[in-house]
């Protein structure tokens, strides 16, 4: 039983340890600069892109796939 609490214990600390360090170094993060901030922007319309991307893959890959062509094809 003794040793089953001081395993938590340690864990429990390790864990406790590893947050405040982590804390501590966002906290010491300075303000992003322009150049920073547009490259961020730039990563998330990215992600934003590969999603939707992905979505229109899978909508087009399944059994409907070619139909949903044609009708988007006959609205243009």
């Known amino acids: 039983m003794g040793f089953l609490v001081m395993t938590a214990t340690a864990v429990v600390s ?15 993060r300075m303000v992003a600069s322009p150049e920073a901030q547009r490259i961020e922007a730039a990563a998330t319309r990215g992600l934003h892109d590969a999603r939707r991307q992905a ?6 890959n399944d059994a409907s796939g070619i139909s949903a062509l044609r009708d988007r094809d006959a609205r243009s």
């Open 55 to 60: 979505h229109a893959y899978r909508h087009f």
């Open 14 to 28: 390790i864990v406790a340890a590893a947050v405040i360090v982590l804390v501590r170094r966002d906290r010491r």
